[in-house]
């Protein structure tokens, strides 16, 4: 894969960073700094550091050292102009819309989301008087009739979970230049090995640091990326008045100070060590999760059992030559698929002997569940159409495991269903 701005390539970023080591002593990995507050050398220099005059951490609900190294490594990797780590993927995503919506504004959204995006969007936001106008991400254009004075943001999701639909990135971008509106991604799905800033053209980029990230789903995390392409203290309408001394950094200088601050919400330094100890081999286990995925889904629509095969890498997909312009030639490691009804999904998964019945995805294990009445089971028939689950679909998110057993257990499984 190409090199990053800083001139080294990914893999070498996730493993080094773009700094010399040697800041720690001598040791290769940062400290994990179990402090909850930390001590000021004088009144002044108290004063400054929250001030953020001096460059000092005080309290571990804002800044702690550990945390702010995964944060580094991230806005290197992705080449961004900063990045906040938070305690979930879902408080990422809360706090990155909290930061720019309030009562009375408006976000259009594509409607395939995963099952608490949705919920936050339509409901949480809802009764804070914030309105989703819902938009079909295949059809960007037809959501300009959905733009007026009070949008505020447009939210995306790079491979919709679980209904596998791509959005063309480069379309949606010039939409929301031409509006003057901030596009926010998220890329759990993708992480920031395959996230690729000139394709996607996003503003803000959230990951859900509890999926790929730190190996075998040991914590649950998340991140908030500003890319630096939005000049967020050159634009009114976003409550960033009283932060505009901060410049482009605006947005997050007032979600980590503000939002962040007052919900209280912050990642904890020792699920950070362990995310960022787990980047370093995130792109050999992503490779092999997306071979291993490529290898499941010829497998699923060979199979007689198998209705429809929702997954970017199959040439037939819609979106199949957009997801390999967008994704650096891969396709994810997450895939849906459609048996019968919701009994033959449910033969399948008490038919697995290696592949889990867990609620996750991008683990080092093969992970499958039926979304229908598992993550949306609280979702009214229409909502569920909506979001594209159906009864008969099963989602698989593939692990690192030798492809022939993960291979071998789908068969078998899908001969029982
Ligand atoms: C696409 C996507 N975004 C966000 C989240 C939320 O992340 P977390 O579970 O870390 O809150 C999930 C969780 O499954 C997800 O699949």
Same mark, same amino acid.
């Given at each position: 894969m190409?090199?990053?701005?800083?001139?080294?390539?990914?893999?070498?970023? /996730?493993v080094?960073? #773009?700094?010399?080591?040697?800041?720690?002593?001598?040791a290769?990995?940062?400290?994990?700094?179990?402090?909850?507050?930390?001590e000021?050398?004088?009144?002044e &220099?108290?004063?400054?550091? +929250?001030?953020?005059?001096e460059?000092?951490?005080v309290?571990?609900?804002?800044?702690n050292?550990?945390?702010?190294?995964?944060?580094?490594?991230?806005?290197e990797?992705?080449? @961004?102009a900063?990045?906040?780590?938070?305690?979930?993927?879902?408080?990422?995503?809360?706090?990155?819309?909290?930061?720019?919506?309030? @009562?009375?504004?408006?976000?259009?959204?594509?409607?395939?989301?995963?099952?608490?995006?949705?919920?936050?969007?339509?409901?949480?936001?809802?009764?804070?008087g914030?309105? #989703?106008?819902?938009?079909?991400?295949?059809e960007?254009?037809?959501?300009?009739? /959905?733009?007026g004075a009070?949008?505020?943001a447009v939210?995306?999701?790079a491979?919709?979970?679980?209904?596998?639909?791509v959005p063309?990135?480069?379309?949606?971008?010039?939409?929301?230049?031409?509006?003057?509106?901030?596009?926010?991604?998220?890329?759990?799905?993708?992480?920031?090995?395959?996230?690729?800033?000139?394709?996607?053209? @996003?503003?803000?980029? +959230?990951?859900?640091?509890?999926? +790929?990230?730190?190996?075998?789903?040991?914590?649950?995390?998340?991140?908030?990326?500003?890319?630096?392409?939005?000049?967020?203290?050159e %634009?009114?309408?976003?409550?960033?008045?009283? +932060?505009? %001394?901060?410049?482009?950094?605006?947005?997050?200088?007032? /979600?980590?100070?503000?939002?962040?601050? @007052?919900?209280?919400?912050c990642?904890?330094?020792?699920?950070?060590?362990? #995310?960022?100890?787990?980047?370093?081999?995130?792109?050999?286990?992503?490779?092999?999760?997306?071979?291993?995925? %490529?290898?499941? &889904?010829? #497998?699923?629509?060979?199979?007689?059992?198998?209705?429809?095969v929702?997954f970017p890498?199959?040439?037939?997909?819609?979106?199949?030559?957009?997801?390999?312009?967008?994704?650096?030639?891969?396709?994810?490691?997450?895939?849906?698929?459609?048996?019968?009804?919701?009994g033959?999904?449910?033969?399948?998964?008490?038919?697995?002997?290696?592949?889990?019945r867990?609620?996750?995805?991008?683990?080092?294990?093969?992970?499958?569940?039926?979304?229908?009445?598992?993550?949306?089971?609280?979702?009214?028939?229409h909502?569920?159409e909506?979001?594209?689950?159906?009864?008969?679909?099963?989602?698989?998110s593939?692990?690192?495991?030798?492809p022939?057993d993960?291979?071998?257990?789908?068969?078998?499984? /899908?001969?029982?269903?």
């Amino acid at each position: 894969m190409a090199a990053n701005r800083q001139g080294r390539h990914i893999e070498t970023t /996730l493993v080094h960073g #773009v700094a010399a080591a040697g800041g720690y002593g001598g040791a290769t990995l940062p400290p994990v700094t179990l402090s909850a507050a930390f001590e000021h050398a004088s009144a002044e &220099a108290m004063e400054a550091a +929250f001030a953020g005059d001096e460059e000092a951490p005080v309290y571990s609900r804002l800044q702690n050292p550990t945390v702010e190294a995964l944060e580094r490594r991230i806005s290197e990797a992705c080449g @961004a102009a900063g990045t906040v780590a938070v305690a979930s993927g879902m408080t990422a995503i809360s706090l990155g819309l909290l930061t720019v919506l309030q @009562a009375g504004s408006e976000i259009v959204a594509s409607p395939y989301l995963f099952g608490g995006t949705y919920t936050l969007l339509d409901r949480v936001l809802g009764e804070l008087g914030i309105t #989703v106008r819902f938009a079909d991400p295949r059809e960007p254009a037809q959501a300009e009739a /959905l733009i007026g004075a009070r949008t505020r943001a447009v939210f995306l999701e790079a491979i919709a979970n679980p209904a596998m639909v791509v959005p063309d990135f480069r379309a949606w971008s010039r939409l929301c230049d031409a509006h003057g509106l901030p596009l926010l991604l998220d890329a759990t799905l993708l992480t920031p090995y395959l996230y690729d800033r000139e394709a996607l053209r @996003a503003d803000v980029v +959230f990951f859900s640091t509890s999926k +790929f990230l730190a190996g075998p789903a040991s914590t649950i995390g998340g991140l908030i990326v500003d890319t630096g392409r939005f000049p967020w203290h050159e %634009r009114e309408g976003f409550g960033l008045d009283d +932060f505009r %001394r901060a410049g482009q950094g605006a947005y997050l200088a007032k /979600l980590r100070k503000r939002q962040m601050a @007052a919900v209280g919400p912050c990642l904890s330094p020792m699920n950070a060590f362990l #995310v960022l100890t787990g980047l370093e081999t995130l792109p050999l286990r992503l490779e092999r999760q997306c071979e291993n995925a %490529r290898a499941a &889904a010829s #497998v699923l629509r060979e199979h007689p059992r198998v209705e429809t095969v929702l997954f970017p890498g199959l040439p037939d997909h819609p979106a199949h030559a957009l997801s390999q312009a967008q994704f650096k030639g891969r396709f994810g490691s997450v895939l849906s698929f459609t048996l019968a009804d919701k009994g033959a999904c449910f033969r399948f998964l008490n038919a697995c002997r290696l592949i889990g019945r867990v609620t996750n995805l991008g683990d080092t294990r093969t992970l499958a569940l039926h979304p229908a009445s598992t993550i949306y089971a609280t979702f009214w028939k229409h909502e569920q159409e909506q979001v594209g689950v159906t009864e008969n679909m099963i989602r698989l998110s593939l692990g690192i495991e030798h492809p022939t057993d993960i291979l071998d257990d789908l068969q078998r499984a /899908l001969d029982a269903a």
